[in-house]
């Protein structure tokens, strides 16, 4: 299973041996927003044969990389895609303007008199 391209420049994989717990940052402002636990349920047993270690790590990956997905489709949900840079910014990052939703960076230089001059 291919995973997807994280929707943020930076993320973090919180995840433990029991759980998947991703964090993913603006790429302006750099504010945090982190997924919700997703639990790793196949138990296995104290002592393991080599089958049942080589078993568990397939199954840890897979659900790894569901997780990672959806976590990633939830992140687009918590954050505006600006349409000039194709950045991924936090509510307070973003300016929804008449004509474009744009990050404030583009935004500013956007309206900047340099910018109307060209």
């Not at 995973?3 to 759980?19: A, C, G, P, V, W």
């Not at 998947?20 to 940052?25: A, D, L, T």
């Not at 992140?75 to 349409?83: G, S, T, V, Y």
Request: charged share 35%.
């Amino acid at each position: 299973m291919a995973m997807l391209k994280t929707i943020t420049k930076n993320y973090r994989d919180r995840s433990t041996d029991s759980f998947f717990k991703f964090s993913f940052y603006c790429d302006r402002c750099g504010k945090e927003w982190t997924s919700e636990e997703y639990p790793f349920v196949h138990g296995f047993g104290e002592k393991l044969s080599e089958n049942e270690k080589r078993a568990k790590e397939i199954l840890f990956r897979i659900d790894h990389d569901t997780a990672f997905e959806r976590a990633n489709l939830e992140a687009r949900l918590r954050f505006n895609q600006c349409n000039s840079c194709g950045g991924f910014v936090c509510d307070e990052c973003f300016a929804m303007e008449e004509e474009d939703d744009l990050c404030h960076d583009c935004a500013s230089r956007k309206n900047s008199p340099d910018e109307q001059n060209e």
